[in-house]
């Protein structure tokens, strides 16, 4: 009993962080807390002194268990089967309007629709390497892919989810573009505002934040009040075909805005300035 409550509060550190995986992945808090649940289910069977990252092995059983779900959308599982833990305590599914929207809100609702476009692996792959920051190292065997493969697999992803059911052409896009640019730089926020979806979610990757950017922000206040009076040495450009920011003081490649619209606002955009990932995209200066 003793080392089952101790295999319980280790699993309770991680749940936030695997429920936040699982719904990006599936969209739907019923199939998440299925996924998460599962995870426990595996956890209380494994060895667990063997496992030297438990935080990795659970993210690893939950995305599996989301790439399972999302090919085949069979019915889910309603009771654990004689002999298998019950469900943790205070954690049984119930319907829950308000964390469904929490859940749904710290994804962004506009690219929560668009990352329904994806393929199982598309979205896998994205979600674990762009939102999680996993090394594709990592996450190719979870697909069933090489490496580069699973780079592949993301890259393509990202140019739907940028170009994907809610955005619009290009050329209404850069008006979008430049308006915000020019918004930033100035320091206006009444134009962010004006270009940003109020719901807009800023991501940014490992090494932008070291650079001095957040990991995350949340709304369109939020996300202009960081942007004020900075983009002086961005432009707009094509990044793997989709329209984005580069932002490149005297030539020099320093990091990258991946945007998704919605209509004519900005609804996500992804800080890219990892060197890897930089050498990796196809990019293109705009006039």
Known sequence: MEKENWLAEQFEAHRDHLQRVAYR?????????????EAWLRLS?????????????LTTVVARVCLDTLRSRKSRREEPLEGEPEPLAGHERTADPEREAELADSVGLALLVVLEALAPAERVAFVLHDMFDLPFEEIAPIVGRSPTAARQLASRARRRVRGGKTSS?????????DAFLAAARSGDI?????????DVVLRADRTAVRLGDVTELHGAEVVAANFKGKAQAARPALIDGALGVVV??????LLVLNLTFAGDRIAAIEVVADRDRLRALDLSALP
């Open 248 to 253: 490149a003081p005297q030539g020099h490649l």
């Open 25 to 37: 992945m599936l969209g739907a808090t019923g199939e998440a807390d299925d996924a998460v649940q």
């Open 190 to 198: 009444a134009g962010l505002l004006a270009v940003l979806d109020p």
């Open 169 to 177: 052409d290009v050329a209404s896009q850069r008006r979008v573009v």
């Open 45 to 57: 069977r494994s060895q667990p002194a063997g496992i030297e990252n438990l935080g990795g092995w």
